[in-house]
């Protein structure tokens, strides 16, 4: 509650109604954080990506080496293999190759390590970023009638393009960097948020406390910030969660096709196609980057699960 | 009911043209000269010139769009750089094999997953039901072609039921074509197994709470009939709208599958092409892509009133 609105109220009621507002509020937000920790799912995927984001960054402490150090003398080698290997200061040291040595003879558990940060920071980034350009584009068109149609239009057309190539075309025609790979995962992403945005303004716009806010003269900004957007927060987080875990299979698919960020680069799509050529004789090197991608993906998407019947009912009675 | 199928078929047109005007823009809008990136990283500046004079480059945006749309009227969808080829051409030669991995990986979707969701809904709550619900977050979580290398070294190589990669044509004779279609096919279904399964317990679910449910049973009916006739047909058209959907999801499937299993179809086509940075051929397939998924669309639109003869247009 802003002060400003409220300049012929006592200071002293008002001082009131925000403590008795914040104490309600936090005994619902308690509330809500209790429901959560009680959930299976969200307790199950909400650790392995706990996991996951410290492995992210405390990847040069795991006992890895550099993902990119290329030993020619260790090439192809399986999982469990023991060599003595120079290390940086030229001295001998003993390492076992938990999972094996690609043709390059780079430490594939190095990379799968160092991977999870690329997996990462995409699946966020996208899932952040489709929804706040969603949520602006959904409410334009829920709330201004002229581009309503406009904008539907749009999306209708884009989202009949399959998301994966339309990424694929993107990423092809301006060259695949960590930013246009975020780019090119998010804008198939966004005619859904989109909808979901729009579909919930059309029906929030039709509630009676809006019209009475409308009635009382609220301004747009206003009445969409007090009242439109707190609706839109619980299933925004539940589909960013999804779009989050599509993001990274969908990177790591980019890669995988040679269309995502540059092969030096350790990203768990990137292992498993240059693991391609020598699946046979070595299926290490897709099985452990496959097993991390599958995980994550599991657990984002089970985290969403439990998200969505926790946080939206509505929803999970639907599906 | 012939008035609405018109007007569908009308409907469809704005968002083909939006797609087509999107895929068109893409190239323009993208930094850089549209002729340099369509040329490609080897384009003399002789070639450069004649694709900016056959795309009408040096024209206004708007007629670049209409001679764009006159184009692909026409059916020409451009020359592909790469493999000095039309487009259209290279498109028939390879659409064969995606139409068969096709539709061998719907049929089997449909055989497994409408029986799947039909029976978790029955028993639900039941361990039966448990196991189809957690093999569909499972089926939307493991990476297409993750799971397509694991069947290859088990099926392939280790059990050596099948041939490890490659493709027959159907002319080469039925088994031999289906026996390489086998598992790159149920490699493309899970995903597809997992949504649908989804969608016909939960479609399925709901109409099993319907009063004339109860009454089907109440007269004695048996539990399959009931299951089938009543309640499956009432659910029929939530699930046949998701199989539709769920076209988008076969579709970049297929680019992945085709790649995994060496099969020559449109996927591995998309992948060459980005691969050979032959943007027209990307262009033109992103449009026959977007163009199946909305006829496929169109068609299951149409086929509501065959599947529910109270829905009346």
Redesign the interface.
């Given at each position: 509650m802003s002060r400003a609105d409220n300049t012929d109220t006592p200071l002293g009621a008002e001082v009131e109604v925000d403590a008795a507002s914040q104490a309600a509020a936090s005994i619902k937000r308690l509330n809500l954080a209790q429901r959560l920790l009680r959930h299976r799912s969200v307790i199950f995927g909400g650790i392995i990506m706990i996991a996951m984001l410290l492995i992210s960054i405390a990847a040069p402490y795991l006992g890895t080496i550099d993902p990119a150090y290329i030993d020619p003398t260790n090439r192809n080698k399986k999982p469990g293999y023991d060599a003595m290997v120079l290390d940086q200061n030229d001295k001998e040291v003993h390492r076992t190759y938990w999972m094996g040595t690609d043709a390059l003879g780079r430490d594939i558990y190095s990379r799968v390590i160092y991977g999870t940060r690329i997996s990462l920071v995409i699946g966020l980034a996208v899932a952040s970023l489709s929804i706040v350009v969603g949520l602006a584009i959904g409410l334009l068109a829920g709330y201004v009638r002229w581009l309503d149609s406009v904008i539907m239009?749009?999306m209708?057309?884009?989202m009949?393009?399959?998301?994966?190539?339309?990424a694929?075309?993107?990423?092809?025609?301006?060259g695949a960097t960590i930013v246009t790979v975020i780019v090119a995962i998010m804008v198939p992403e966004i005619p859904r948020v989109v909808r979901l945005v729009r579909s919930i303004v059309l029906s929030i716009r039709e509630e009676p406390y809006v019209e009475a806010a409308v009635s009382i003269g609220t301004p747009l900004l206003k009445l969409l910030a007090r009242h439109v957007l707190p609706n839109t927060m619980a299933p925004l987080i539940v589909q960013g969660t999804y779009v989050c875990?599509s993001a990274i299979?969908v990177e790591?698919?980019l890669s995988?096709?040679?269309?995502g960020i540059s092969p030096e680069t350790p990203t768990w799509g990137n292992i498993?196609a240059e693991g391609r050529v020598f699946?046979?004789v070595f299926?290490h090197n897709?099985?452990f980057p496959?097993i991390f991608?599958?995980l994550t993906?599991?657990a984002v998407?089970?985290l969403g699960?439990g998200l969505r019947d926790t946080l939206d009912p509505r929803l999970a009675k639907?599906? | 009911m012939f008035g609405f199928v018109i007007r569908r078929i009308i409907s469809t047109i704005p968002v083909m043209g939006m797609v087509a005007l999107l895929v068109f823009l893409m190239l323009r809008l993208t930094p850089g000269d549209p002729a340099a990136i369509l040329a490609g990283d080897n384009g003399t500046p002789q070639q450069i010139e004649e694709i900016r004079e056959a795309l009408g480059l040096n024209e206004p945006i708007h007629k670049q769009f209409v001679i764009y749309i006159y184009d692909i009227v026409r059916g020409d969808l451009g020359e592909s750089y790469f493999f000095k080829k039309q487009v259209t051409e290279l498109i028939a030669q390879r659409v064969g094999a995606t139409v068969s991995l096709a539709v061998v990986t719907l049929i089997i979707t449909i055989l497994v997953s409408i029986p799947l969701g039909v029976i978790a809904a029955y028993r639900r709550g039941s361990w039966v039901d448990q196991i189809v619900m957690g093999f569909s977050v499972m089926g939307f979580s493991i990476p297409v072609f993750v799971l397509g290398y694991l069947l290859i070294y088990v099926f392939s190589i280790e059990l050596r039921w099948f041939p490890v990669q490659g493709y027959k044509p159907l002319s080469a004779g039925l088994w031999p074509h289906l026996h390489r279609l086998i598992l790159p096919s149920i490699t493309l279904s899970v995903i597809y197994i997992a949504l649908i399964a989804r969608m016909t317990r939960a479609s399925v679910l709901d109409v099993l709470g319907e009063d004339y449910v109860r009454t089907a049973y109440a007269k004695g009916l048996k539990n399959s009939v009931v299951l089938m006739r009543h309640a499956l047909r009432n659910a029929a058209v939530p699930i046949v709208t998701v199989i539709g959907i769920g076209i988008a999801l076969l579709i970049g499937g297929v680019v992945v599958t085709e790649t995994v299993y060496n099969i020559p179809g449109l996927g591995r086509l998309t992948v060459d092409a980005v691969l050979g940075r032959d943007y027209p051929t990307v262009q033109a397939l992103i449009l026959v892509f977007a163009f199946v998924y909305v006829v496929v669309n169109l068609l299951i639109d149409l086929s509501y009133t065959f599947l529910d003869p109270r829905i009346r247009y």
């Open positions: 239009r749009v209708d057309g884009l009949a393009i399959p998301g994966i190539l339309l694929i075309g993107l990423v092809s025609l301006s875990a299979l790591a698919i995988f096709l040679g269309a498993m699946f046979r299926p897709i099985l496959g991608l599958a993906v599991l998407n089970i699960d639907r599906l | -």
